[in-house]
């Protein structure tokens, strides 16, 4: 089963508005990865957090690592219709890398 | 470089049939894994691999066996098809193994199984 919890499942913005998904873990992570995955396509991996309260961005979107390192969040500014998608996070534990459930973003133009 | 090249990339059994997913990559990666995603989930591990001749059990491993005699394939077989594995399956790759985090997938391969 899914070892981290995503929230929301699904969400419907207007182009333009601002979206955030978060990743929650009842265990402290190690790390924590975020994909995008175009509607009929592969995961496609974004960024590595590593760091107890890191934050990164690339271009508009800023990922965060919370101080516990139990959650996490992508934030995306000023949505496009090219951000449609599917955003998952993951966690690896020894070997395995294991997903959440993601966060299906649609943006009405 | 191709990436992550998986074949087939459709395929439709008869539940009890069996069939093999192929996978290969160019990159030299050491660790490869197989995913499958069904509607409205996530992705769920089914096998990986550390590097030649290693494997290893998923979340999700029934119904699945692997083998990995070369650096670059990572078959997966599934031995009699049932309709509970009618899904996407990816298989991914990466060079520094699950601790990075950075996997890089190939495109996918929708089976359905009547």
């Known amino acids: 089963g899914q070892q981290v919890m995503q929230i929301p499942q699904y969400q419907h913005v207007q182009e333009g508005e601002d979206f955030t998904t978060y990743c929650n873990s009842s265990?402290?992570?190690?790390?924590i990865q975020w994909y995008k995955q175009r509607p009929g396509g592969h995961p496609v991996f974004l960024i590595q957090l590593v760091k107890s309260g890191e934050v990164k961005k690339q271009k508009r979107l800023t990922f965060q690592f919370g101080e516990a390192k139990k959650n996490s969040s992508l934030h995306i500014t000023a949505t496009q219709t090219t951000d449609v998608g599917t955003y998952f996070c993951s966690k690896n534990a020894g070997n395995m890398l294991t997903f959440g459930g993601g966060t299906r973003l649609m943006v009405k133009p | 470089n191709a990436g992550v090249t998986q074949t087939p990339k459709f395929q439709v059994l008869k539940t009890g049939q069996s069939m093999t997913l192929q996978c290969a990559q160019d990159?030299?990666?050491?660790?490869m894994s197989w995913y499958r995603q069904d509607p409205g989930m996530g992705l769920r591990l089914i096998h990986y691999?550390?590097?030649?001749?290693?494997?290893d059990q998923g979340e999700v491993p029934n119904g699945y066996n692997v083998s990995r005699s070369t650096t670059e394939d990572f078959p997966l077989r599934l031995l009699s098809a049932a309709p509970s594995q009618t899904s996407v399956y990816f298989c991914?790759?990466?060079?520094?193994?699950?601790?990075?985090?950075?996997?890089?997938f190939g495109e996918g391969s929708r089976l359905t199984v009547l």
């Open positions: 691999s550390v590097g030649a001749g290693i494997t």
């Open positions: 990159m030299n990666h050491e660790y």
């Open positions: 265990t402290t992570l190690s790390n």
């Open positions: 991914a790759s990466s060079r520094g193994g699950a601790a990075t985090g950075e996997l890089f």
